[in-house]
């Protein structure tokens, strides 16, 4: 008696799960590692602006409340410039929840700049 055998032809795969670490940020959906240093430098540079606004409205101030107020935008405007300037983002790139207290911090800073030039 003879067994047939059948071979079943074997597939080739095109990207083997063991190498799904070595993927670009990109290719995986996430934001690829030079758009974001884009959007930290951009975010950088509106921090550093509002730092800039921030302390001549402290000189500028005509009252002790306001130039508090201001003094205090500044302080945390200056405080996200630091650590948007100290994160390296090829080895501690900033968490989803810095991003976003980052951008609430904006906002804030924002709405803030807008109430003190009515």
């Not at 402290?58 to 410039?81: F, I, K, P, S, T």
Request: a neutral charge; proline letters at 3%.
């Amino acid at each position: 008696m003879t067994e047939k055998t059948t071979h079943t032809p074997v597939s080739e795969v095109s990207s083997p799960a063991c190498s799904m670490h070595e993927a670009d940020d990109a290719y995986m959906g996430y934001v690829g590692k030079e758009e974001l240093i884009g959007f930290r430098n951009g975010l950088l540079e509106a921090e550093r602006a509002g730092a800039r606004v921030a302390a001549k409205s402290v000189q500028a101030a005509n009252n002790v409340a306001l130039a508090g107020l201001m003094r205090a935008v500044q302080h945390d405007e200056a405080r996200w410039c630091a650590v948007l300037a100290n994160a390296e983002l090829h080895a501690a790139p900033l968490s989803g929840q810095q991003l976003l207290a980052l951008w609430n911090a904006l906002v804030r800073s924002a709405r803030r700049s807008a109430t003190v030039q009515r």
